[in-house]
């Protein structure tokens, strides 16, 4: 009776042994591709999920400064502060303005060094184009910036790794001006104020040396303000510390 009793459990053991390696097998792919970072893309953040009735502005601003000072005079007159995101070159030909922008109290953005297609370089070679562009304006105005935006709208996971690595929130946008078209101002002000996708957490994309920019941006400013948001810098509509990101680029607070 022992010997059968013995052989039982040292049967309920190997089948046991059995059961949970065959779970394994069953399983275990399924958990490595849901917690595998090489599977999952990283994104940056297109919009922001917040009750709060908040947009920003943001200026990619890599050409020329003919029109940098008519915008900060608009912006100041409504006492609006947008988001601008500056590259390298930009930095060193116009110091005087990058110093103007940050005194009257703008985020300051990096847009690389010497705004290049991003995907196309190593995680190294996109760090150094982030952190040049960094050191200019830390040596400038003693400021640490910690937004990125990268050139064309060009990002991999590679690039979205790479500004985290040093120190940055990437962003993106989920309303475009198009005013690089020079299409006209009244274009611009429908393109953005009466977007469909505009929402609480949006995000909107200009640039600094696009013709009709200035002429549109007190229609679009007075426009937003009629629709009942509040525009703010980007640094102050994201969510910092822990937070996810959907499939769309919205960021939630964690």
């Known amino acids: ?12 053991i190997i089948l046991s042994i059995f059961v949970i390696i065959g779970l394994g097998i069953t399983f275990l792919p399924d958990a490595i591709s849901v917690s595998t970072s090489g599977n999952r893309r990283d994104l940056p953040i297109y919009s922001v999920d917040t009750e709060e009735n908040q947009v920003a502005l943001t200026f990619d601003t890599a050409w020329g400064n003919e029109y940098i000072q008519t915008i900060l005079d608009i912006l100041a007159k409504y006492d609006i502060k947008a988001t601008f ?42 760090a150094k184009e982030i952190m040049q562009a960094h050191k200019r ?16 709208g060009d990002y991999n996971n590679a690039v979205i790794g790479a500004a985290r690595d040093c120190g940055y929130y990437s ?4 309303i475009d001006s198009l005013d690089w078209k020079d299409y006209g101002a009244e274009n611009i002000v429908n393109k953005t ?31 937003l303000q009629d629709k009942g948001y509040e525009i ?16 769309k680029g919205r960021q939630y607070k964690m």
């Not at 009776?1 to 309920?12: A, C, Q, R, Y």
């Not at 962003?171 to 989920?174: E, G, K, L, N, T």
């Not at 920019?213 to 426009?223: C, F, N, W």
């Open 193 to 223: 104020v009466y977007h469909k996708k505009l929402n609480k957490g949006s995000i909107l994309l200009f640039h600094n040396g696009a013709k009709y920019t200035p002429q549109a941006l007190e229609k679009v400013i007075v426009g």
């Open 137 to 152: 304006v830390k040596e400038l105005t003693g400021f640490d910036m910690s937004l990125f935006r990268a050139p064309f």
């Open 232 to 247: 703010v810098p980007v640094s102050q509509l994201i969510h910092k510390g822990e937070h996810t990101i959907d499939q």
């Open 85 to 126: 995101f500056m590259t390298g070159e930009w930095i060193e030909k116009y110091p005087k303005d990058v110093k103007n922008i940050y005194e009257q109290g703008h985020d300051l953005g990096n847009h690389t060094e010497n705004h290049k297609h991003m995907s196309l370089l190593s995680i190294e070679e996109c």
């Open 171 to 174: 962003i993106q946008w989920d």
């Open 1 to 12: 009776m022992d010997n059968i009793t013995l052989f039982v459990k040292l049967g309920i």
